[in-house]
């Protein structure tokens, strides 16, 4: 059964970069599913952030595109999450996720980022 | 790329059947079959509930079901069950590889 962990810093600072890791557990990152980063500020929705296939190939949420950049490391399982020209506005949970012909499962247990100085 | 639009809160006694609505436009529910729908009780991370419109994932109950009708997918909540209370969000495939999320109801038992 997989198990995604995220971790990373929990403050970063205004104008900084948000760099987070998704350890995947109980099964390869190359296997056939993408992983993706969802994040939901406090008191609000979800919001898609991104994906990233083992190959690297990745797919952005266009309003964060320019701003984001995933990564996949195979030796370590893991997947990564940058996110730069970091505001207020970027404070929230961020959550790793597999997903399977559209569906997000399972999912980490989230770590909350907070952008203040 | 918008929110998809759900009701911000619906509630029903329990034993009640309640219905949760997720709006979009044809550029993503409407031109898809990728619909799922995701439960999230304060404080946890969300659960996959159904997938591609109408897929029950192994565990989940019965009482969970989803349908589509042209824009707009729909949960079905039956038999309502203290449990039961907690945000739920739906999710439509938007094309061009991107995914976005409905604006999220909370759902409570009275």
């Known amino acids: 059964q997989v198990h995604l962990q995220e971790s990373g810093p929990g403050l970063v600072k205004p104008s900084g970069t948000l760099s987070l890791t998704c350890a995947v557990s109980?099964?390869?990152?190359?296997?056939?599913?993408?992983w993706s980063w969802v994040r939901q500020p406090p008191g609000k929705g979800l919001e898609w952030i991104g994906e990233?296939?083992?190959?690297?190939?990745?797919n952005y949420n266009p309003s964060l595109k320019s701003r984001v950049t995933m990564s996949v490391d195979k030796s370590k399982n893991h997947f990564s999450l940058n996110l730069n020209s970091l505001t207020a506005a970027d404070t929230a949970v961020y959550y790793c996720?597999?997903?399977?012909?559209?569906?997000?499962?399972?999912w980490g247990q989230g770590t909350l980022v907070t952008v203040s100085s | 790329q918008s929110a998809l639009t759900q009701p911000a809160s619906v509630s029903g006694s329990p034993g009640q059947s309640i219905t949760i609505s997720c709006t979009g436009t044809s550029s993503d529910v409407g031109s898809y079959n990728h619909v799922s729908w995701y439960q999230q009780h304060p404080g946890k991370a969300p659960k996959l509930m159904i997938y591609e419109g109408s897929k029950r994932p192994s565990g989940v109950s019965i009482r969970f079901s989803g349908s589509k009708s042209g824009n707009t997918a729909s949960l079905t909540i039956s038999g309502l069950q203290a449990e039961d209370e907690a945000d739920y969000y739906c999710c439509s495939y938007a094309g061009s590889s991107t995914y976005v999320f409905g604006s999220g109801t909370r759902v409570t038992v009275l």
């Open positions: 109980g099964g390869s990152i190359s296997s056939s599913s993408w």
């Open positions: 996720a597999r997903v399977d012909t559209s569906r997000f499962d399972p």
């Open positions: 990233i296939y083992h190959s690297g190939s990745t």
